[in-house]
RNA sequence: GUCCCCAUCGUCUAGAGGCCUAGGACGCCAGCCUUUCACGUUGGAAACACGGGUUCGAACCCCGUUGGGGACGCCA
């Protein structure tokens, strides 16, 4: 049969990278079999659910390529049937009511600590006639689970993990408001999209235990866990906004590709021997879950850079000058006027061989976008020493014979430089002023690429503006 | 506190008893290339947490210690 995983975060904050990584896991778990990869939204919470997260999510799993099947469930829409199937477990005797306060409850729990015993609830409703029930007194329903004996899971990951049930207690699936509880609606919702692959993070390993509990009381069969372990920070603790738990817009924004982020993802705590650059169509043909490490991985910048200069070099140069011009436009600033666009097209092949992300190319695309009068960096100024202008000045009516092809300009900037100047000077000595004079900065592509695309004009007034001593520095 | 999980270079990992004087990648260092910066390329430093077993033989199996992480809500 083939299998159906989903991805089911619930809209209480922003897609973050672990999500998104969970994301992937299901995802390659279903295209590898041949399977579907569906997608719930689990807005329960009501108080902290928000559409703005909501739409975040879904954009954030389409930027990132990580499309679903099927349409997109909201398990709030689910409330009714959750609480049939509550009312049918309570009517089959397999659900009881319970009156304890949220305050006996606190207590409970610490008295339970103090002693050494597992926190939880102690069942006292569990067989108390419910006759006894105290007047106005809203109960919930709570899921009759076995105290005695054990269990074991065996998972996909974790692979068999067994747990004492006096470990779980009877957990609530009916609040006293008759909404139902999530571990309850993830049960019924999971059971009746057909999901037969749960695959999700670590922390609702125990959670398996009490859920499966509940799949056995409705008599349905129980999906197959696969628990992955948890991304953490790069100091090894919990993954927080320091390092890396971003929103996934965060990182479009900074620059970085989805194809890199989906490699990158994908080799945290997992891998394929010795392979590092994964396609997408490799990734649904190697990806098996049993291959997961169990051990939590850390988020390293490092490598997601390295990976993300990688795909950027890939990418065709118009797909990167069309990526950059988004980017300026979802600023507000105008687009690319024909000159622009065409200097960029013309300059890309070099430029992203110089960047890791989409900002780093943005910056140094600049070189092509700046009119003059251009401002220069501290270090472009110290180079246009009064020596080096005088070079400048020399080199100047040996460019202006010149054709404007990059290698006419090379050729006469090293006849001036190893014939004319006295002493003889090594190409560096002029090239490097002549960049600083052209680009305002110390480095660039190379210098007489630059120029070529930067075109006659342009560069000749680049040149006499600070022949005449106009350098502004930033 | 109770329970569960984990442990190979700084980081991600390969390794499923002899192929391991432990491989790859990122990062780091050095050389080469070179008009700068990159790219590329060559080389280098860098790890089996510790202690006991089992075995002819252990990074791989078992036990313990230590160190990390996670779960214990009328949150999801």
Redesign the pocket.
Known sequence: MAPVTRFAP?P?GFLHIGGARTALFNRLFARHLGGTFRLRI?D??KQ?STPEAIDAILEGLEWLGLSWDDDVIY?SARAERHREVALQLLESAKAYRCY???EE?AAM?EKA?AE??????DGRWRDRDPAEAPAGVDP?IRFKAPREGEQTIEDLV??F????NR?LDDM?IL???GSP???HSVVVDDHDMGITHVIRG??????AFRQRQLYEAMGWPVPAFAHIP?I?GAD???MSKRHGALAIGAYRDEGYLPEALRNYLL?????H??E?IISDAQAVEWFDIA?V??????F?F??L??LNAHYLRQRDDESLVAALEVRRTARGESGFSEEQAGRLRAGMESLK??AKRLDDLEAASQVYLAEPPITYTEQAVKLLTPDALGHLAGLRALLEACDWERSEL?AATRQFAEEIADPPLK??KV??PL?AAITGS???????EVMEILGRESCLTRLDSCLEGKIFST
């Open positions: 619930s209480t689990e329960t919470d902290r398990q304890a306060t949220p409850l729990r600590r050494g015993r597992p926190p939880g609830y919930v974790q692979g993990v067994t747990v004492a470990q609530i609040r006293s408001d509880t999530y571990m670590d922390d609702h390993l125990t959670n948890l953490h090894g603790a919990k080799r945290l705590g997992w891998g021997g010795d590092e291959n490490g169990k051990n939590p991985a850390r390293d490092a490598k850079d390295s061989q110089r090379e190409l560096g090239a490097q960049r110390k480095v660039s592509p190379p210098i007489f």
